[in-house]
């Protein structure tokens, strides 16, 4: 796997300070977003503790010294929910689920894997979806279960799949 | 013994009775008197002695005479005795049994005792001085001026005024004579510069050079103060004409800024004696730009307040910050208060105005806080 490119801010000192100019702090935290989502996505991590990122290479550059507090994680955290890319899964904010890609999106995809390879009208299981080895050159493979149910949920509320369990497995059929 | 009065025997009006003592005998000075074997009575106002066979034979000596009583124990053969040292008789005394007498000082022999418990009813007497309450009428002297009724207030208050009034005169006397002395010190002032300007040739151009500006620097001669020019808007107008004739060069030299304390120590100084109140200096300030005055108030986010020219505008130093910041690729306040010789508080409001210009952004730290020309903003080039 390539190493990750890290962007031009990384090294830039004041990407740690949350700027207090508004049109500064617009950029600085977009730039945030872009860089939790990219890193996320290279390393194909679905879910974010707060606690343990602040150690994390993403938020704490140790080559200039620099680390973001706490309260900068949670503002960049909390544009990222607005956007839609991540949810919290507690009240107290200490983890949430990422996804650079929303359920829609990794629907499509699925589905365009899908009826790309004359799957439709047959059942496979989640396993194989995300393990499988004819999905090994797909960006889903390797997808959370979690992100993998809710993106079949998307595809079957347009009714283009339908999720079906047996015993301790789950399928999918596609239409 | 020439203190004594003649007496009644009836007390008088808030008169007591403390103590009494049978046996004992009156001496003028120490010498033995006719008024033995009586009675002593000591009340809130007087002493009395009474003879114990004729109850009618009564001599008083008011308390207020005496000065004050010593105990004289017993001696060979004499009893007890308490000496008073008395004051001298008032001259519209009433009659006595003496006349004149050479002591001023007379004693009580106690024949039958009792002399500690009445020296200790006396000394408490003599220290409450109950009889002040209610003067007697010999001491009641010569008689008072007293204002009954409406009149007597209306005086009294008139009285009063008065009483106010000169010490409140008295107290400002002072000030007025100081002002006096400062005016004189202004005229000493400009004769000594004129002076200089007749004699140019025989100083040296340095000399009077620097002694001018320490004239400049020690007085406006004409400050405007609320007397000469009122109150309220007006007031605030004419002293921001005068600052700015005051402070626009020692704006220029100091480099088109100056913190509005640095503002108000000069101000004052110059002005000697007719201060100014921070207040006022500030509401002046406000006046600038309505008045088009070369010089304009700043307060930066930070709440420090600055007095800046016009003509060097807030554009114009955020520029020149910005390019110094994308010159030297990182700033703190301490360094560019050092590079450009202003106050460490001025570099960073002129760092913080750049920074609420989107030019430069904020890096804190351990360190501190620096600055980094805005590339958020701005992205490099790659």
């Known amino acids: 796997m390539a190493s990750f490119q890290w962007p031009w801010q990384y090294e830039f000192p004041p990407f740690f300070t949350l700027q207090p100019n508004l049109e500064t702090k617009k950029k600085q935290v977009a730039a945030w977003c872009d860089l939790v989502l990219a890193y996320h996505k290279h390393h194909k991590i679905f879910n974010l503790d707060v606690k343990e990122s602040q150690s994390s290479p993403l938020f704490n550059n140790t080559k200039i010294d620099r680390k973001l507090s706490t309260d900068a994680i949670y503002s960049i955290l909390e544009e990222l929910r607005v956007k839609g890319n991540i949810e919290w899964t507690d009240k107290t904010r200490a983890q949430c689920l990422v996804m650079w890609r929303t359920p829609e999106e990794w629907g499509n995809l699925i589905y365009r894997w899908a009826s790309g390879c004359g799957m439709t009208n047959t059942v496979c299981t989640l396993y194989e979806l995300a393990h499988g080895d004819d999905t090994k050159r797909e960006e889903f493979f390797g997808l959370d279960d979690w992100l993998l149910k809710r993106a079949l949920r998307t595809l079957e509320k347009q009714r283009k799949a339908e999720i079906m369990s047996f015993g301790t497995s789950e399928g999918v059929k596609f239409f | ?382």
């Open chain 2, 1 to 382: 013994m020439d203190r004594f009065e003649w007496g009644n025997g009836n007390l008088l009006q808030g008169e007591t009775q403390v103590k009494q003592q049978h046996g004992v005998r009156l001496h003028d000075g120490t010498d033995k008197t006719a008024f033995d074997r009586g009675i002593i009575t000591l009340t809130s106002h007087r002493l009395i002695w009474t003879d114990s066979v004729q109850q009618t034979t009564l001599v008083t000596l008011p308390l207020s005479l005496v000065l004050y009583a010593e105990e004289v124990p017993a001696g060979r053969g004499k009893s007890p005795r308490v000496a008073f040292h008395l004051h001298p008789a008032p001259p519209n005394k009433p009659p006595g049994p003496v006349m004149m007498s050479a002591h001023s000082y007379i004693q009580l022999s106690f024949k039958e005792g009792g002399e500690t418990e009445f020296f200790r009813c006396l000394s408490e007497e003599l220290s409450r001085r109950r009889w002040e309450y209610m003067p007697t009428p010999k001491a009641a002297g010569k008689p008072k001026a007293i204002h009954a009724g409406i009149v007597g207030i209306e005086r009294n208050l008139e009285k009063k005024w008065r009483d106010t009034d000169e010490n409140i005169s008295q107290a400002f006397e002072d000030l007025n004579k100081l002002m006096k002395k400062a005016k004189e010190m202004v005229d000493l002032s400009r004769t000594i510069a004129n002076k200089i300007k007749d004699k140019q040739g025989s100083i040296t151009e340095d000399e009077t050079v620097q002694f001018k500006s320490y004239l400049l620097s020690l007085g406006i001669a004409n400050p405007v103060t609320r007397e000469t020019h009122g109150t309220g808007t007006k007031y605030h107008e004419e002293l921001a004409k005068q600052l700015s004739d005051v402070l626009t060069k020692p704006i220029e030299e100091s480099g088109g800024m100056m913190a509005l304390s640095d503002v108000y120590c000069r101000i004052n100084r110059a002005r000697g004696m007719e201060l100014l109140s921070p207040d006022d200096l500030v509401d002046a300030c406000r006046q600038f730009e309505a008045l088009r005055l070369p010089l304009r108030l700043r307060v930066f986010n930070s709440g420090v307040m600055v007095i800046e020219l016009v003509s060097k505008g807030e554009e114009a130093i955020i520029r020149q910050t910005a390019e110094l910041l994308n010159e030297k690729k990182t700033l703190s306040p301490d360094e560019l208060s050092q590079s450009t010789g202003i106050s460490i508080l001025l570099a960073k409001g002129r760092l913080l105005a750049a920074e609420e210009a989107g030019q430069a952004c904020r890096d804190e730290s351990v360190e501190g806080i620096r600055f980094f020309p805005n590339l958020f903003l701005n992205p490099p080039t790659r």
